[in-house]
């Protein structure tokens, strides 16, 4: 009995933190491409915009309205408009579920917001997007936002 097991528990000794290995590299590769992501949609930058939605991508936004990619890169020809608020993201509280080719990344979005009369405000998102790594890179095939209700963003979004 011993001797079918311990061959067993060696290969689960050699073979885990390989796994372990692959997990934390999705993870922080994912993260890494999400912080990009939203530091780039801070400026439009349709380049980056590009790489990360997938042509086919499903995307749902927080008015509940349906968009595609054509849609998304569409709206960032459109110029802003004189009296509209510049906007930075950020992301915390992210979490990522590896499934080799797929990974679901569901996060907290951060909109801060500068008014032109140069009152801030904060506002909060729940995020999550699905990933499929197409041709060596991640990119965003179905995505759901969600505003936190601003009486949850003051109990710190519990």
Do not use: C
């Amino acid at each position: 009995m011993l001797r079918r097991v311990l061959p067993l528990v060696i290969l689960l000794g050699l073979v885990a933190p390989v796994v372990a290995q692959q997990k934390a590299s999705t993870t922080d590769e994912l993260t890494a491409l999400l912080h990009q992501f939203l530091e780039a949609a801070g400026r439009n930058d349709k380049a980056v915009f590009d790489r990360f939605w997938a042509e086919d991508v499903l995307y749902t936004g927080s008015s509940g309205r349906h968009v595609t990619k054509a849609d998304i890169m569409k709206s960032l020809d459109e110029p802003p408009k004189p009296d509209e608020p510049q906007s930075t993201f950020d992301a915390d509280q992210i979490t990522v579920h590896d499934y080799g080719d797929f990974a679901v990344v569901a996060f907290r979005l951060i909109q801060n917001v500068v008014n032109k009369d140069g009152t801030k405000e904060t506002h909060y998102y729940r995020n999550t997007g699905t990933f499929q790594k197409r041709d060596g890179r991640w990119q965003a095939v179905a995505w759901q936002a969600t505003k936190v209700p601003e009486e949850k963003s003051k109990q710190g979004d519990q």
